[in-house]
């Protein structure tokens, strides 16, 4: 109580320090003049009196320092005064300042910025009501990896669970909705009851769907998102008459989710998927992906061990039907994130080094004014500063600096933040949520006092170092100091270095990965293709058993269009497919089919299972419908056999071409022409398939993975159903900006309610390696400023070094030493510290770079061509930096220098 | 050096106590001739150690002070004891006289004393 008063009291006195001042002043002044007053009493003369007087006072200075001392605060008002110091002595230094500032700033910005990102994506808790709880399911195979669900298998795990409150089946896709302002090509999620329980997550108008919504040939419900309802329906309050088209569907809209709400990532609308799909009785058939909701009180572990009992009893029932061993859960968030962690781990841990070069070259900097300022401390510390006070001095400095540099870091951060948006990759989850926040403000103010403290404690020890009483004896200046200073600076330049290296192979490995990317070949032409993305209605029920009559209108269309296409002047060919490949190639459908080897093909999916348990005669490959033109189009070679033509129609035998690779995995040393195989696991077709041909390769899942085992079917025998993402390549000699205008005109005569997304293929290619080139830009610009923030470094410690051995250079030279002789000299304190720097940073690259393995593409962490390339590009570097200085020391003049002293 | 004002300021702030306590209120040079008056050597010099002295009693709220005119007609800080003050003399002293007691039977215990 006491002392809070009197903290109270001084910090009032604080304020009033000038008042006090005075009353004291008064107070001595009274005393003595009372004093002075009795000793003229006692019959002392008139000045001896005063002195008198004075002497028994004591020393006025002393008692006013304790009187200061107790009265105010003197923490704070030593603080106020050491900054008020700094701040003079940083304003004396502009140059210094400026340097250490902006070096500073380009440390914080751009680390907070990258913390932004981090914080929201890997930190912050997804917007669901106690997101811990939420989890993935999935199948899990025999060799561990793991699968989507299949439809009886998930309802064995719904109907069969105790830790769970919700389960629930998902997956989305590109449809066309029309009906709203105008029809759009949008993803639309197609979910199972329990899906917005298990989020717990509510429409914010309107209501969730009903349960005779969920079944198959129920009645037809749309549920859409905040932003496709605010830009395709008005933000209409009243959804009662709003009616949107979906595959030849008529859905009326029951409610709107709340804005924010954003899953499937990207879905602009969701339907019940038992309404779209029905229910698929196959257990070898995955799809849908799967999420659930924990109880109260359980755990994913017990979660886990809970459903895998559920795998096992259904692999004991039903053998080979099915696939799955066991099951496996992670929590949603973990899922959510998925790879995207390792690609922010790596751009934070970027930054971090980036921040850590920024500081040491701001340590060098405040090391060598250290240096320069010996004398000025050694009189301070002559005046009876203490230890404490020279250290407060110094963080005073150093705090002032970094929260300069800090608070234009933190500009740098905003601005950053407000443009990552157009080049962040649209699969970074979370990303609407990336902002200058409180918690980013927290690490930047973290970051600045870290930086502020070791700076400052760093600066202190240094300037502590030694007798500073003989620096004020030693006269003009002490060798030793100065040498044991420089070694420090190298010693600190060399931390730079090793840590450039590790940004620069970091840099350098994604690089060399991103070229070797897109240097490799997809395995046709990627020249002048343009791109048409479109969806056709599907009636309902035929999602994906589609009738014959329905397929020949398809074919028809389509027909029309293509034959309209290739009349555009300047189109050289056109061809369709069910996928584009590389930059779609997430869309191809995959699955086992069955290799018949004369066998009467299976009338049913029972039948079908049954000879599927004979492991030889099943294959695995991937579904793609396509045109003849396709081939032409893209260039792909045919490699023995035919193309489709005209004769295979839908009343002709269904053929099939095969990839390369098929054919060497599946019928080596043989001739895979005329075999006879079943894929209708994929269209519901079960006429099987002969092969008439093998195709070339094309890196159709991407071109980080290898080539893909294709097989392609005609669209015009099997029609394009939900497996498909129908899309017409076009190679065009013409601007494409032309063509494209008179194919959208085609597309409007011929089909004005299919939406059709046109591109090119560059730019498609563009969007899929989006993510790539945004970690490889930011990484890479990280490097660079590392880079040019180590030459910075090594230029200031050789500069400073010639500087001081001026005169020995002289005497060398006065001694007979030639121009080259200094050359060597000079270039040859760099090259230890280039020597020994790099020589660390390639260890710690090594150690380093293992963790992003996961993030290259054709070469190792280790690759050897990156490493020497990045040491030598980054020794060159340190040469040309202590080049400057070099040809200064050159240029001494022997008599000069000897004089300079 | 420092741990030997401490103890001078404690005991010299009981001093301040009990000096404004018996004379009323007093100016600073007033106190200062008491105490040195009843101290003898103690504040011979260094009077002027004896207003860091008063600021910290008065900061405790211990003394308040004000302005009045001194005997020769000059502006003076005169002090005075508070309420709160009283309080803290009173248990300052029983401390005080504890501690000399304490410290006085320390000094009179010989070696034979002790069984």
Redesign the interface.
């Known amino acids: 109580m006491k002392s809070l008063r009197r903290f109270f009291t001084r910090l009032f006195n604080l304020a009033s320090r000038r008042a006090q001042d005075e009353r004291l002043r008064e107070e001595i002044e009274d005393h003595i003049a009372l004093q002075t007053a009795e000793n003229l009493r006692a019959g002392l003369s008139p000045i001896e009196a005063r002195r008198q007087a004075r002497l028994k006072f004591g020393g006025v200075e002393s008692v006013k320092e304790d009187y200061r001392a107790e009265r105010g605060l003197p923490l704070v008002e030593t603080l106020l005064q050491d900054t008020r110091y700094g701040l003079r002595i940083l304003r004396k230094n502009p140059g210094f300042t400026a340097i250490a500032i902006l070096t500073l700033a380009l440390g914080i910005g751009p680390s907070t910025a990258i913390f932004s990102v981090v914080d929201a994506v890997l930190l912050r808790p997804l917007p669901y009501p106690r997101p811990q709880q939420i989890v993935r399911v999935w199948e899990q195979a025999p060799d561990g990896h793991r699968m989507t669900l299949t439809d009886p298998n998930f309802e064995d795990f719904r109907a069969q669970n105790h830790t769970l409150t919700a389960l629930a089946l998902y997956n989305d896709g590109p449809e066309s909705v029309s009906g709203g302002s105008e029809p759009a090509r949008v993803n639309v999620g197609a979910v199972t009851q329990d899906f917005f329980t298990a989020l717990g997550v509510e429409p914010f108008r309107g209501r969730a769907f009903a349960s005779e919504e969920q079944i198959f040939h129920g009645a037809p419900a749309m549920i859409v998102s905040y932003g496709y309802w605010q830009q395709f329906l008005g933000s209409a309050a009243d959804l009662s008459q709003i009616r949107l088209t979906m595959d030849g569907t008529v859905y009326p809209v029951i409610g709107v989710m709340p804005p924010g709400f954003n899953f499937p990532p990207g879905v602009a609308a969701w339907v019940p998927r038992e309404f779209v799909y029905g229910v698929s009785t196959s257990r070898r058939a995955h799809g849908p992906s799967c999420l659930g909701r924990l109880r109260d009180g359980a755990t994913v572990e017990q979660a886990r061990a809970d459903l895998d009992s559920i795998a096992r009893r259904i692999r004991n029932e039903y053998g080979e039907k099915v696939d799955l061993t066991d099951a496996a859960v992670a929590p949603f968030a973990d899922a959510m994130v998925g790879d995207v962690r390792t690609a922010l781990l790596t751009l934070f841990g970027a930054v971090c080094l980036l921040l850590l070069v920024a500081s040491a070259n701001v340590a060098g900097l405040l090391l060598a004014r250290t240096s320069a300022r010996r004398k000025e401390l050694a009189v301070r510390v002559a005046l009876g500063a203490g230890r404490g006070r020279l250290i407060q001095q110094f963080l005073a400095e150093t705090l002032a600096l970094s929260f300069a540099g800090g608070v234009l870091g933190i500009l740098v951060a905003t601005w950053g933040v407000n443009i990552l948006p157009a080049i962040l990759p649209a699969n970074l989850p979370q990303q609407q949520a990336i902002a200058v926040n409180t918690p980013v403000l927290l690490f930047a103010l973290a970051a600045i006092l870290a930086v502020a403290g070791s700076l400052g404690l760093f600066a202190a020890w240094r300037a502590g170092a030694g007798d500073l009483h003989e620096t004020l004896s030693a006269g003009s200046r002490s060798h030793t100091d100065a040498g044991s200073g420089q070694r420090l600076r190298s010693f600190l330049v060399t931390g730079e270095i090793a840590t450039t290296l590790v940004i620069l192979v970091g840099a350098g490995l994604l690089g060399r990965s991103f070229l070797r990317l897109i240097s490799t070949s997809p395995g046709f032409r990627q020249e002048n293709l343009i791109t048409m993305e479109f969806s056709l209605p599907i009636p309902q029920g035929q999602a994906f058993a589609m009738d014959q009559s329905f397929i020949a209108r398809q074919v028809h269309l389509t027909d029309d269009i293509l034959a309209r296409l290739r009349a555009i002047p300047g189109a050289e060919t056109v061809g369709l497919a069910g996928a584009l490949p590389v930059a779609g190639g997430d869309d191809l459908p995959d699955g086992g089919f069955l290799i018949l080897n004369g066998q009467k093909p299976p009338a049913n999916f029972d039948e079908w299972d049954r000879i599927a348990q004979n492991a030889s005669q099943v294959g695995k490959a991937f579904y793609c419908v396509a045109g003849e033109g396709y081939f032409r189009t893209l260039g792909i070679p045919l490699i023995r056999g035919r193309i489709f033509g005209d004769q295979d129609d839908l009343n002709s035998p269904h053929v099939a071409l095969i990839s390369q690779t098929l054919a060497r995995q599946q019928w080596p040393n043989q001739n895979p022409i005329g075999q006879v195989i079943e894929f209708g696991n994929m269209d519901g077709n079960m006429k099987p398939l002969t092969i008439v041909g093998v195709v070339g390769d094309v890196r159709a899942r991407g071109l980080d993975f290898p080539p893909s085992p294709v097989i392609y079917v005609d669209y015009r025998q099997r029609g394009m159903n939900v497996n498909s993402s129908p899309t017409i390549v076009m190679r065009s000699a013409g601007p494409a900006g032309q063509v494209v205008s008179a194919t959208r005109g085609i597309f409007h005569d011929l089909a004005p309610d299919v939406p059709v997304k046109f591109s090119t293929f560059a730019d498609e290619m563009g969007g899929w390696l989006a993510d790539r080139r945004f970690l490889l830009l930011l990484v890479g610009l990280f490097a660079a400023a590392a880079l040019a923030l180590a030459a910075v470094g090594i230029y200031g410690v050789v500069a400073f070094s010639v500087t001081r051995r001026t005169q020995e250079i002289g005497i060398r030279m006065a001694l007979g030493a030639q121009r080259s002789d200094v050359l060597r000299l000079v270039l040859g304190q760099c090259g230890r510290m280039a020597a020994v720097g790099v020589s660390i940073g390639v260890v710690a690259s090594i150690i380093i770079t293992r963790f992003m393995s996961s993030l290259l593409f054709g070469i190792t962490a280790t690759d050897p061509l990156t490493f020497v390339g990045l040491a030598a590009l980054l020794s060159l570097a340190a040469l040309l930096a202590s080049y400057i200085p070099a040809r200064r020391a050159m240029r001494v003049d022997p008599m000069i220098a000897l004089r300079y002293e | 050096m420092k741990e030997k004002t401490d103890v001078l300021q404690g005991t010299l702030a009981l001093m301040v106590l009990k000096t404004l306590d018996v004379l009323g209120s007093l ?3 007033g106190i ?1 001739r008491r105490i040195e008056q009843i101290s003898g050597d103690l504040l ?6 004896l ?2 002295v008063l ?2 009693l008065e ?3 211990a003394i308040a002070s004000e302005w009045g005119a ?3 007609n ?4 005169f002090y005075r004891l508070t309420r709160e003050g009283r309080k803290m003399l009173q248990a300052e002293t029983q401390d005080w006289q504890q501690t000399a007691a304490i410290i006085g039977r320390f000094f009179e215990v010989k070696a034979e004393d002790l069984p």
Do not use: D, F, I, M
């Open positions: 100016h600073g040079y200062a011979a010099v260094n009077q002027g150690t207003y860091p600021l910290k900061q405790e709220g001194s005997e020769n000059r502006r003076a800080r």
